[in-house]
């Protein structure tokens, strides 16, 4: 499975969440709302996720070999570093849905 694009969308604010990031695969699967969260090592993705009726987040879709999530942390993460450097870059202000509380790592 190749990576085939992947588009940034930088968040504004004062949260811990950074962007919101859209990835293609294979020009014929997209995954979107993976986001950029800067937490207390540093940033790192967390996959798109759904709230349960107890009130826990799961994973809609995610990456089921460790190897497969280091690519796909390491190529967002790049293409987020790029999004940074483009004065070009849009921010996208925040609103209560983009708010996370206790985001981390798989």
Do not use: C, W
């Not at 293609?24 to 967390?46: E, L, M, P, Q, Y």
């Not at 967002?76 to 483009?86: F, I, M, R």
């Amino acid at each position: 499975m190749e990576i085939t694009d992947i588009r940034v969308r930088r968040v504004g604010g004062d949260g811990k969440l950074r962007a919101y990031v859209t990835v293609t695969f294979d020009s014929a699967f997209v995954v979107h709302n993976i986001k950029v969260i800067h937490g207390r090592n540093g940033v790192f993705i967390a996959m798109p996720s759904r709230r349960t009726k107890t009130g826990e987040y799961k994973d809609v879709a995610h990456p089921i070999h460790s190897d497969f999530r280091t690519l796909l942390q390491d190529r967002v993460l790049e293409a987020y570093e790029k999004a940074l450097e483009d004065p070009d870059s849009r921010l996208h202000e925040p609103d209560d849905e983009d708010l996370i509380e206790g985001a981390h790592p798989h």
